[in-house]
Nanobody
Framework: QVQLEESGGGLVQTGGSLRLSCAASGLTFSTYTMGWFRQDPGKEREFVAAISKGGGITEYQDSVKGRFTISRDNAKKTVYLQMNSLKPEDTAVYYC????????????????????WGQGTQVTVSS
């Protein structure tokens, strides 16, 4: 059974930092692109960042470039999202997701491409 478990969310002031973690189990982690998405109530789930299976390729939503950093540790089957200079508009539930890519080092941004999802962790940035 595949499980993705996020942690690290919380309440932070504008300009603060948080580090999200997502621990995976039940899958061959190194064959998955890992992504972070976020969703506000009443809005569609949006792509935030993703990292290729080996960690060599990363992509970000324009609004988080230069502030967020995605990384992964394949030995620990964990993906991270370091979020700095947080803004109130970053407030959302953040989801970790896994996209099976096999031997390909590719990144897809569409939520429908991601096979497995975590339960989400709330990030709230106060102004």
């Amino acid at each position: 059974q595949v499980q993705l478990e996020e942690s690290g969310g919380g309440l932070v002031q504008t300009g603060g930092s948080l580090r999200l973690s997502c621990a995976a189990s039940g899958l061959t982690f190194s064959t998955y692109t890992m992504g972070w998405f976020r969703q506000d109530p009443g809005k569609e789930r949006e792509f935030v960042a993703a990292i290729s299976k080996g960690g060599g390729i990363t992509e970000y939503q324009d609004s988080v470039k230069g502030r967020f950093t995605i990384s992964r540790d394949n030995a620990k089957k964990t993906v991270y999202l370091q979020m700095n200079s947080l803004k109130p508009e970053d407030t959302a539930v953040y989801y970790c997701a896994a996209d099976y890519v096999g031997i390909m080092s590719i990144i897809r941004r569409g939520p429908r491409d991601y096979r497995y999802w975590g339960q989400g962790t709330q990030v709230t940035v106060s102004s």
